[in-house]
């Protein structure tokens, strides 16, 4: 009996700290991490976030934030134990996000909410070096755009949420029009560089083109196409993990990533350390 009482107590302090995993951080902190492996973002443009959507590069994860045709990487994971889902409504906006568990298997979720009672789990993790939270905006009110702070001094990194629009309002996305009109065509350099499994890469619309964003070997031979499609004005962000376009690996060396945009033209050179 004494070793039942044991492993009961034990059981018990386990679910306690996973308990405090989803709720001893700040209001506006949904999300917290400090293991290697795993990746936090800002996309703020402080429109409503129609959609969060998830996709996979090599050995990583990531998951991308919608608002209307622009987007941003806001997570991204090569741990096991940590899942990304997407939520695409079929109308409106994310209006909050709910952070539950542990459930049996050990997992703490983090689930998006919108109209019309919808509601998708985005985030399943069991590692004790994570934490999820609750944010659900005041009445009317849904999810403008994810910020990044940190690490603080135990080593976390968050993501942030925030909720300065009103659903039904169209000023912001007024604005919006009025800050595209003043972009110009740009391909930054990619971010790491020279990177090991994954790099991150950003560049800028400033009128709808058709866009070819591509990845080249140091001979000229394509290895992946990344974008090929039109897009609207707007700042964009991916990440490429460093495979060819059948998904496999490719080796150390030199790479060119080149954008071409309308008539606009760019390259930049990236080092692929394996």
């Excluded at 703020?44 to 050995?59: K, P």
């Excluded at 090569?78 to 939520?87: C, E, N, P, R, Y």
């Excluded at 069991?126 to 009110?141: H, R």
């Excluded at 039904?168 to 009109?181: D, R, T």
Aim: with cysteine; proline share 4%.
């Amino acid at each position: 009996m004494q070793g039942v009482a044991i492993i009961m107590a034990r059981t018990i302090t386990i679910i306690l700290l996973c308990g405090l995993m989803v709720i001893s951080f700040a209001q506006n902190e949904v999300f917290k991490t400090k293991l290697r492996g795993m990746e936090v973002d800002s996309f703020d443009l402080g429109v409503e976030i129609d959609s969060l959507t998830v996709y996979q590069s090599g050995e990583w994860v990531f998951m991308r934030a919608w608002s209307g045709t622009n987007f941003g990487d806001i997570l991204g994971s090569k741990l096991k134990g940590t899942i990304f889902q997407s939520a695409v409504p079929p109308a409106g906006y994310i209006t909050g996000l709910i952070a539950s568990g542990p459930d049996t298997a050990g997992y703490i979720t983090l689930t998006a909410l919108s109209e019309g009672g919808y509601s998708a789990e985005i985030v399943k993790t069991k590692w004790s070096g994570t934490g999820l939270q609750s944010f659900v905006p005041s009445a009317g009110n849904c999810i403008t755009g994810f910020g990044k702070i940190g690490p603080d001094d135990s080593g976390f990194v968050y993501l942030l949420v925030s909720s300065t629009g009103q659903i039904g309002i169209e000023e912001p996305q007024k604005n919006l029009e009025g800050s595209i009109k003043l972009l110009c065509f740009e391909l930054k350099d990619p971010q790491p560089n020279p990177c090991v499994d994954h790099t991150r890469i950003f560049y800028t619309i400033a009128g709808k083109s058709k866009v070819n964003l591509r990845i080249y070997d140091n001979t000229g031979r394509l290895i992946k196409t990344l974008i090929n499609t039109t897009q609207e004005p707007g700042r964009y962000n991916l990440s490429w993990g460093g495979v060819d376009e059948a998904g496999r690996l490719i080796p150390s060396g030199i790479y060119f990533l080149k954008l071409d945009a309308g008539e606009f033209r760019a390259t930049k050179k990236l080092l692929l350390i394996k």
